[in-house]
């Protein structure tokens, strides 16, 4: 069989196929090796990154092949070179790879705006170069120098088939590295770095057809183990601040981007924050607060902070979702007579916004229109902070109270442009622009923050309101390492770059004692914190967090990528470290730690996939029937 092959794709007639395979595996081995940053660990896996393409090759000119012969060769040549192609742009902007729900959300690309320039660049015509190769071989060369090329369709068929072997042996030579790699909950650089970018959409595309029949074959005993992990964790919140705040209005401030590295650092000398510094000596300000995002960024950060539900491994639950049953703080409130509202100056449509605030119960939503967005007030992504900040106060003191209301800034957003005039400090002079950037526009938001603070001290709402700021996620991921190195110091391993997950977290209001708080804690734990404050009872809410400040909490949290850090380690991709000293111990210290972030992770995406929240009255009944029936 093998000599069967080697001399079929060696002879004259054939070597077309030899060369056009050859040279969209060079491509594709280049873009994983070099363009994406998988973590070779060893000798293995470079191998096994270097032989994964060839099954999807097969499978795809095989395809193309079958379908239109030589013209579908080609064709399926460049649909790979696009796909190819779409990845690397969106691993530069997200550090992750496309997902299907991603494509759906096609429209928010637009959005990306200044972003989109930034992530192209003029070399990367050089990944086309080889298709201008592969029409020339397949339709121009002189048949006088090589036989023409006139593949079969039964060649093709051949082809595909030859794709079922070919991903057999890598399959089973990347369990060799990695275990129940298909199984297990998973990341998607782990598949990548086995199974190889083009494989890996096949297995999305499997993944989204099993997740959509999720919802439909749900039923109401799927929620019962979501129920019970749930009651076992439950904890007693801390009943001093029960209350602290009750009937008081709420402002859930979300800081675009911004991380806790940046609280109490300085550039040239100069505090990045000087304003947040000082304010959060007059909150709570939890220094160990991590955001939980994945692909759904802020959206991400809304979901957790309305349902403490977790978002999703891939997607947006905002576009994804938006249709479920949920519970989310906007509709409790609402039922203890509170108005709740958002106010963000982008487009309503972006991320699905408008849709799911129906969902979550969000009486209303300020979005761009509501905005005096002119020219002169815009710059990037849109309306400028300080604008941002003045007209909403303004719309603040004209809503009915109380009210939770949820302000969402824009500017400190990658590609983290200013317009000079805006710019207070200097650019920093790392090896990474975006990095240099970033500065610059954290300090302008802190000005923003200033005057939008003390205004909001000076008006007549302040006596009566809470104020929760928090970080929505990380401005700068983790292909900028060498650069925040650079800038910190010290050298980013995967245990550093899991405490750059932390984000800022103060609370501030008549009632809180200004403190500063090491608990370990995530977005999650938003939703128990307000409502513990506002005191109101929800009865026996489906929640995966916790009062942050309740003295029984476990001290845990567990980022979307299913790493976590508890009070002894953090794991992270599943290595091991001491959370106090960051030195790499035994594995086996973090297994507990993946075990409970997989099953949390797990019995979230159960009710998220499942639209399970529509059986909770049900559920409920039948849960007190059953106790009911245990008491005779
Ligand atoms: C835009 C803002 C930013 O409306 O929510 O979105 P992000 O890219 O951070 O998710
Ligand atoms: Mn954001």
């Not at 293995?44 to 999807?56: D, E, G």
């Not at 959409?201 to 499997?206: A, E, I, K, N, R």
């Not at 401005?475 to 932390?502: C, P, T, V």
């Not at 086996?588 to 730690?593: A, F, I, K």
Request: proline letters at 3%; glycine letters at 8%.
């Amino acid at each position: 069989m093998f000599n069967k092959l080697r001399s079929f794709f060696s002879s004259k007639k054939n070597i077309t196929y030899t060369v056009v395979i050859a040279m969209f595996w060079l491509k594709m081995t280049f873009i994983q090796g070099g363009v994406f940053a998988l973590n070779m660990e060893n000798i293995n896996q470079s191998a096994i990154l270097a032989f994964n393409p060839l099954s999807s090759i097969f499978l795809l000119f095989g395809l193309g092949i079958l379908l239109a012969g030589r013209k579908g060769l080609l064709g399926a040549y460049i649909i790979g070179s696009i796909l190819l192609y779409a990845n690397v742009l969106f691993y530069r902007e997200y550090n992750d790879f496309i997902t299907i729900p991603m494509l759906g959300q096609a429209a928010n690309l637009a959005g990306l705006g200044g972003s989109i320039s930034d992530i192209l660049s003029a070399s990367d015509l050089l990944l086309f170069v080889d298709v201008f190769a592969a029409i020339f071989l397949l339709f121009y060369l002189k048949p006088s120098r090589f036989q023409s090329f006139m593949p079969r369709r039964k060649e093709g068929l051949i082809m595909a088939m030859i794709a079922i072997p070919l991903f057999i042996v890598n399959l089973a030579w990347a369990q060799t590295e990695r275990p129940e790699l298909l199984t297990r909950a998973f990341d998607r650089n782990l598949l990548v770095k086995n199974i190889g970018v083009l494989d890996y959409h096949v297995y999305d595309t499997l993944v989204q057809g099993q997740t959509k029949m999720k919802k439909t074959f749900a039923d109401s005993n799927e929620l019962v183990p979501a129920l019970n992990y749930i009651n076992e964790k439950k904890v007693e919140p801390n009943s001093e601040m029960t209350g602290v705040a009750e009937g008081k209005n709420v402002i859930v401030l979300s800081l675009e981007s911004t991380q806790t590295f940046v609280v109490d650092n300085t550039l040239n000398g100069e505090e990045l924050t000087p304003y947040f510094n000082d304010l959060k000596e007059e909150g709570a300000y939890f220094s160990n607060f991590y955001h939980q995002v994945k692909q759904g960024r802020t959206s991400d950060s809304e979901f957790l902070l309305d349902n403490s539900l977790y978002g999703l491994n891939r997607g947006a639950a905002f576009f994804t979702h938006a249709g479920n049953e949920y519970e989310a703080t906007p509709e409790v409130l609402g039922e203890n007579g509170y108005t709740s509202t958002v106010m963000h100056a982008n487009d309503g449509t972006f991320w699905n916004r408008n849709t799911m605030y129906d969902s979550l119960g969000y009486d209303e939503f300020f979005d761009k229109e509501d905005y005096d967005v002119t020219e002169d007030k815009s710059f990037g992504w849109g309306y400028l902070d300080e604008y941002f900040f003045s007209d909403s106060l303004d719309k603040m003191e004209e809503l009915d109270q109380p009210f939770y209301n949820k302000m969402i800034t824009l500017t400190n957003h990658h590609p983290f442009t200013l317009p000079e005039e805006k710019k207070l400090i200097e650019e920093g002079d790392t090896s990474s622009g975006t990095l240099n950037r970033y500065f610059q526009t954290i300090r302008y938001q802190d000005e923003a923050l200033k005057q939008f603070v003390e205004d909001f001290k000076a008006s007549d709402l302040y006596d009566d309101t809470v104020l929760v700021i928090y970080g929505d996620h990380f401005g700068i991921s983790e292909n900028h390492q060498k650069a925040m190195g650079e800038y910190l110091d010290k050298d980013i391993n995967d245990y550093e770059q899991f405490q750059l997950q932390r984000v800022p977290l103060l609370m501030i209001g008549e009632g809180i004692e200004p403190k500063e708080y090491d608990t370990l804690g995530g977005q999650i734990d938003l939703r128990p914190t307000i409502m513990n404050m506002l005191g109101v009872q929800d009865e026996n809410p489906v929640q995966f967090g916790q009062d942050l400040f309740s003295e029984e909490r476990d001290e845990m949290v567990i980022t979307r990528d299913g790493n976590f850090a508890n009070e002894d380690y953090v794991g992270v991709n599943e290595a091991c470290y001491d959370r106090e000293t960051g030195e790499e111990v035994e594995a086996d210290l973090c297994t507990p730690g993946f075990d409970e972030a997989e099953e949390e992770l797990g019995l979230s995406d159960s009710i998220v996939y499942g639209d399970l929240l529509r059986y909770l009255d049900e559920t409920e009944m039948i849960e007190e029937k059953s106790s009911n029936n245990t008491d005779k």
